[in-house]
């Protein structure tokens, strides 16, 4: 069995993230060793319920290191991972750190982070993204970088970048127009699209149509759209009462809606737990009735509120 979701590692990489119910789902226990058990009973999981692609990044802690020895103790040929440079790990495994990532797109942290990424993932390895690549960073205009990530691309790793922000939409098109060599360097594309924020759709299936693949991340918006997330706002207790309507879980009808959109390649699973990767597989069964698909994108919040309420998510 094979299906278009994916595991994603940046909820148990690490000791603390934003997404919700961290506490009760990954206990008070978070060593090095205790996550790296954890991930890999997720990657068993996942694996065993035939997801094929794994995204991880330099900095979700970690993951790299937790994938690359799943990775040689299961033998798992036909598992594609995608991973992330640009950011930087900076929380020493500590639950309060005062800071737990640092943005860094320069030619030399591709230069430094590239080396790690391919030595530990080595043919696992099918993509490879800046992180969270905005219009104001620099990254989509530095023609020298650029050259650098066409290596990549010509030795047939897809290159691409992940968005963030309330102008994802901006840094597709950007990337999309961005060539070396008289060939297009960005054919991978990750972005966050649920139905709270679904701004980036238009974008995203532009890129579809011009030959890109594209991967969707926080579909349950890092827990808002999940059982017990309920956090009051109108879009969560709307996107709530249509899946009560539907008789799914609410979180399930978040991952479907995702899976319901024709340019995504690939929906990642955030699962901290095999109960929410479970309930995950589940969606990744349902068959949506496109209306019901239009009346989940009601819930839509203007999307500089989305992202200004997410940047102010506690790291538990």
Same mark, same amino acid.
């Given at each position: ?46 694996? @065993? ?43 020493? &495994? ?10 860094? /797109? ?5 230069? =430094? ?30 023609? =020298?970088?650029?050259?650098?990530? *066409?290596? !990549? ?23 999309? @127009?961005?060539?070396?060599?008289? *060939? ?23 890129? @579809? ?20 997330? @309920? ?12 899946? #009560? ?17 024709? &340019?995504? &390649?690939?929906? !990642? ?10 309930? /995950? ?25 989305? &992202?200004?309420?997410? #940047? ?5």
């Amino acid at each position: 069995m094979s299906t278009r979701l994916g595991i994603g590692l940046a909820a148990v990489g690490r000791p603390a993230y934003i997404t919700a119910h961290r506490g009760p789902d990954l206990g008070a226990n978070r060593t090095v060793e205790e996550l790296e058990r954890r991930t890999h009973v997720l990657l068993d999981a996942a694996y @065993d319920a035939g997801l094929r692609y794994v995204d991880v990044a330099r900095s979700y802690g970690n993951a790299e290191e937790f994938a690359a020895h799943w990775f040689a103790s299961r033998g798992a040929v036909d598992v594609e991972v995608g991973s992330k440079w640009g950011y930087r790990y900076v929380g020493d &495994w500590q639950l309060r750190a005062d800071l737990h990532e640092v943005k860094d /797109h320069s030619l030399g942290a591709f230069r =430094e982070q590239w080396p790690l990424t391919r030595d530990l993932l080595g043919d696992h390895l099918g993509r490879y993204l800046v992180h969270s690549a905005t219009p104001d960073t620099g990254v989509l205009a530095d023609t =020298e970088l650029h050259r650098e990530l *066409a290596t !990549l691309r010509d030795r047939g790793i897809r290159v691409g970048i992940s968005t963030s922000g309330p102008r994802q939409a901006d840094a597709i098109r950007t990337a999309l @127009d961005v060539e070396v060599d008289g *060939a297009p360097l960005f054919t991978a594309f990750q972005v966050t699209w649920n139905p709270l924020e679904p701004s980036v759709g238009a974008a995203a299936a532009e890129a @579809d149509a011009r030959g890109s693949q594209v991967v969707v991340k926080e579909s349950v918006a890092n827990g808002r759209l999940a059982p017990g997330g @309920d956090d009051g706002s109108v879009g969560v207790r709307h996107v709530a009462v249509l899946a #009560s309507r539907a008789g799914v879980a609410i979180d399930q009808l978040a991952v479907a809606a995702a899976l319901a959109q024709p &340019w995504a &390649w690939r929906v !990642l699973s955030g699962a901290a737990t095999p109960e929410h990767l479970a309930s /995950h597989v589940v969606a990744a069964g349902l068959v949506l009735d496109p209306e019901l698909v239009e009346e989940v994108l009601t819930a839509a919040q203007d999307a500089r509120d989305y &992202w200004a309420e997410r #940047s102010t998510r506690p790291w538990t």
